[in-house]
């Protein structure tokens, strides 16, 4: 079931598998906005588990502390770490 909804999910462009709705562009502070241009540029959209996180300022702040950190992590080559990332992604059904 989860497979078919993943496959739904894909065909669609993302977006089916989240159980609470994200916080619209219109209806964000700046900071996340900011952030969500951001990801529009680096990205070609805006991603999704961002527009979730936008719901708590703690969180979104939170995971943006994460991203940053691991993307100034110089201990591991960027084709081992864009690996591991496509590789967790896969396993846990992540369309990003």
Same mark, same amino acid.
């Given at each position: 079931?989860?497979? =078919? /909804? %993943? $496959? /739904?999910?894909? &065909? ?8 609470? !709705?994200? $916080? !619209? ?5 700046? @900071?996340?906005?900011? =952030? ?6 680096? &990205?070609?959209? =805006?991603?999704? !588990? @961002?527009? $979730? ?12 502390? %994460?991203?940053?950190?691991? /993307? ?7 084709? &081992?770490?864009? @690996?591991?990332? &496509?590789?967790?992604?896969?396993? $846990?059904?992540? !369309? %990003?």
């Amino acid at each position: 079931m989860r497979k =078919v /909804q %993943f $496959i /739904q999910c894909w &065909l669609n462009g993302g977006g089916a598998l989240a159980r609470i !709705p994200g $916080i !619209p562009k219109d209806q964000a502070d700046l @900071l996340t906005r900011y =952030v969500y241009r951001y990801s529009l540029q680096h &990205l070609g959209k =805006v991603a999704e !588990p @961002l527009t $979730i996180a936008a719901h708590h300022r703690w969180i979104s702040r939170g995971v943006g502390a %994460f991203e940053w950190t691991l /993307q100034k992590a110089r201990r591991v080559d960027e084709k &081992l770490k864009a @690996l591991a990332s &496509l590789k967790a992604a896969t396993l $846990i059904g992540c !369309p %990003f």
